[in-house]
Every structure is written in C-alpha cells, then in structure tokens.
C-alpha cells in the first residue's frame, strides 16, 4: 500500500526509450522500507491499470521500439513423493516476478507443510537443516507437463541460525480471495526460462541451464 502522485517523464532501458511515459511516484509507502530496489517495473496488461495508464511494455510496441507484444525473464540465483497430495481437481495459478515466495490457498499449504513434517512458528513454518536431504521436490504439473521444485529451492538456509532451523518458502495466501489460486514466485522462475506472450496470453516455460 502506497501513497503518492502520477507523473511524464522519459524512460530508458538501455537503447529503448519510452517518451512521456505516465508512472507513480511513491511520497509514503508501507512494507518496503530498506527494500533494496528503487521502484517496481510493471510489464502486466494496460488494460487492468487503475488509472488508465498505459503500460511501459506496450508504450514501447505502440512507438515501434520492440517488434512484437513478447518478453522474456530468466532469474538467477503439485505432487511429492509421486503421490497428489494437494489438489487433484486443478487450480488456477498465476506466474508472478514480483513475488518472491510460491504462495498457495491455506489447506492445501498445509498439506505440503505436515507431509514434510515442517512446524509453525509464528507466521513461517521450519524443518531441521539436518533433514533437508531427505525431502522430496514439490512437482507442479501444468498443462500436463511436470515442473518440479527440487528442496533446495523451496527450504532456506538462513546462516546464523543457532537453532538449526531451515525455512519453508511455500506460503499460504493470507488474502481473502474465493478463488483458490497458486502464485509461482521468483523460487519457482528461477528454475525455468518464461517467455511472456501477450500477443496470444500466453506464458512458455523451460528448463533453465
């Protein structure tokens, strides 16, 4: 949540320029103090801005300076154990680089969370570091193909624990929502390539290398 003020400015992406670009501008913000980031650059439809504005990504395509309505991210650095053990009837999931976690309705979290043994504490839930090795990856099937998350991508490590607890990154949504969606985060999309396809609505995923 956020407070500020809409602004025209130039913007510049290495050689492309977008001219009298409309964005925000941030006076008070809430939940992002000591962000390390600067601000939030939104590639979405234009069509679900709240204040008409027109996206920065089809500004660029409607000036020529990009060729067609397509963009790409690869980042850097839903069975387990071949058994279905969060929703065998299909959920809705939504591809997301600006949330950092894999987020998910609250039962079928927990579902995940009790089959690795993870125990609450406070609003993260943890497992022993020393069992790390033995948990299975987490396998979100799409459109029929498989799309693991092997452990070492979902559990953290946060050095300096004295406790020896290592952290979960699979949380449940704390929105209140009647849809029971999945938001694949950036510990989700660093594994794979995604090629955003606005032209056809249309998300590729592949195998990073």
Known sequence: RMKGIVAHDTVRIRDLVSTDQLFGLSIVEYGCEGAPFDGILDLNYSSISIFGAISIFD???NQG???GPVFAFYLSNISMKRKIIVCS???EALVDTGTSLII???RLVNNIQKLISAMPRGSEHYVSCFVVSTLPSIIFTINGINYPVPVQAYILNLRGDSRGHCYTTVKE???RTSREAWILGDIFLRLYFSDFDQGNDRIDLAQAV
Do not use: D, V, W
């Open 65 to 67: 300076a990009i060729s």
């Open 89 to 91: 009837g299909g959920r």
């Open 173 to 175: 949504n704390t929105e």
């Open 104 to 106: 998910g309705p609250r």
């Open 59 to 61: 500004y660029l395509k």
